[in-house]
């Protein structure tokens, strides 16, 4: 984009306190070089398209019910993102795996936070409260957040930055979620700023 922006589709599917983070850094100027000119949710009640039209960015859902299978979803998904010139894709609770063609055209410009700390705590049905829950049952000392690239593996690809909370004795699983709730707020806006304006350093080689 000739003005030096990085136009970024962030992919939701629930409440979207991260995309919140996210968009608040934005119009307070603390994203860098990044941009949001698209929303994406999977989910047609998803809070975090209130968040988006409360901000003015551009909102779309699109519906797996609505397409005959993955492989076509995926296709609409690229379509959208293409149609809107999105040159970093950012998943923020986004509860589908994406699949190999949106990972292989998006490569290395795709990052996803994950409310532990990598490569701990990940995979396959880590998610939500069960990442939380199995911090707690291994008896960690602490814990985190991470923002990493994705890949075509869950929860998997080159870490990028992570911020670490204690964990307190007696906590419970919401407890150590919302500790580490609050760091993500920070963390990712932080380094979506950081690696928008490294991109846009490489802007003649990514556009
Ligand atoms: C966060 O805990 C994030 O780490 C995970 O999904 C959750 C999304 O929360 N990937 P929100 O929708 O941003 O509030």
Redesign the pocket.
């Known amino acids: 984009m000739p003005d030096g922006s990085i136009r970024i589709g962030v992919l939701?599917s629930?409440?979207?306190?991260?995309?919140g983070a996210i968009l608040k850094a934005q119009r307070s100027q603390e994203l860098g070089q990044g941009r949001v000119v698209l929303v994406v949710s999977n989910k047609p009640d998803a809070y975090?398209l209130e968040r988006a039209a409360d901000h003015g960015v551009e909102r779309l859902v699109i519906l797996r019910r609505d397409h005959a299978s993955d492989e076509s979803y995926d296709q609409a998904l690229i379509k959208s993102l293409d149609e809107h010139h999105v040159q970093l894709v950012v998943l923020?609770?986004f509860l589908r795996k994406l699949g190999p063609q949106v990972i292989g055209k998006y490569r290395g410009r795709i990052l996803?936070?994950?409310?532990a700390l990598l490569p701990k705590y990940g995979g396959a049905g880590m998610?939500g409260h069960f990442v939380h829950e199995a911090v707690l049952a291994a008896k960690e000392k602490e814990s985190g957040?991470t923002v990493h690239l994705v890949d075509e593996e869950f929860d998997h690809g080159p870490v990028i930055a992570q911020a670490k909370v204690p964990v307190m004795a007696g906590d419970h699983p919401e407890d150590l979620a919302r500790r580490v709730?609050e760091q993500?707020h920070l963390l990712y806006p932080a380094t979506i700023a950081d690696f928008c304006n490294r991109l846009s350093g490489v802007q003649g080689s990514i556009s």
Do not use: K, R
């Open positions: 939701v629930g409440g979207g306190s991260n995309l975090a923020a609770g996803n936070i994950h409310p998610y957040c709730l993500e």
